[in-house]
């Protein structure tokens, strides 16, 4: 299995994250692999076989080309044979910009790009095939998202309170956040849920728990000073919410296996 990633340049990183691929096109063995929430959407496109989803206890035939909102909760992916993906994780206010459907739709969901911005789904899946190499298709996406870059004012107040979010790694309160960006608690909620689909205090958890495999990643492996650098208010309180979105505890969980958990939150 190869893992391509690759940030935005610096124009673009106010609505793209990343751009990532995963392929395998000899593939023959079926893999089930889980997902955990980071707090990005993702325009994904399949140019391998479909994908299995199970997101609601319910395995799905995955569409080929797809927008996936934000996770509230780990879920599993299984391939059906040769596997190849493209991707571009999104900034999480961007889907309002790409898709009609109001992002409350979005939570724990996976939708056809089909329904997203029509003036960009034709060009994007062209991008997506294998013909183009990795690197090929990040330049050729990239154009094609300038022009949201030039429309689109990102200095709102909504957004800059979700950048400070993601900055301090959830760890500022929401009071803390909303006085720093001169906005009210009350519009911040309104913005989150017209622009986001989760409420500012549950994305500050996602956020807080994604940091958890960065800090595992530079070898801190003492659960103590792990839930100390990370914000929680106890240890106990770490142990509850990498629970909640992983499924396991974490002293059993594999950070250190190849799989797209993993892969997505390093």
């Known amino acids: 299995m190869q893992y391509f990633q690759k940030d935005p340049s610096t124009e673009l990183s106010s609505i793209i994250k990343s751009f990532w691929q995963i392929e395998d096109l000899d593939n023959t063995q079926i893999i089930r692999d889980k997902i955990v929430p980071d707090g990005y959407p993702e325009l994904i496109f399949h140019y391998g076989d479909p994908y299995k989803i199970d997101i609601s206890g319910k395995w799905e035939i995955q ?57 960009i789904v034709t060009l994007l899946m062209e991008i997506a095939k294998p013909s183009n ?57 309104r913005f989150c849920k017209e622009n986001i689909g989760l409420s500012p205090k549950f994305y500050s958890r996602i956020i807080r728990l994604a940091y958890i495999f960065k800090l595992v990643n530079e070898d801190n492996n003492n659960w103590a000073q792990l839930s100390y650098l990370g914000g929680f208010y106890d240890q106990a309180h770490f142990i509850k919410d990498f629970k909640k979105f992983t499924g396991e505890e974490p002293t059993k969980y594999g950070f250190n296996e190849k799989n797209m958990a993993n892969f997505f939150l390093k």
């Not at 879920?75 to 206010?93: C, D, R, Y």
């Not at 900055?167 to 956040?177: H, L, M, N, T, V």
């Open 63 to 119: 569409a080929k080309e797809l927008l996936a909102g934000q996770l509230t909760n780990f879920f599993h992916l299984e391939n059906t044979g040769a596997i190849g993906m493209f991707a571009i994780k999104l900034q999480p206010w961007a889907p309002s910009l790409l898709s009609k459907h109001r992002l409350s739709e979005l939570v724990d969901a996976a939708v056809s790009i089909s329904d997203a911005d029509t003036s």
């Open 133 to 189: 190499s990795f690197e090929q298709k990040c330049e050729k996406a990239s154009k094609v998202f300038l022009n949201y870059t030039q429309t689109t004012n990102f200095e709102q107040n909504g957004i800059r309170a979700i950048k400070e979010i993601i900055d301090s790694k959830g760890k500022y309160q929401i009071s803390e956040i909303c006085s720093k960006v001169n906005i009210s608690e009350r519009s911040l909620e």
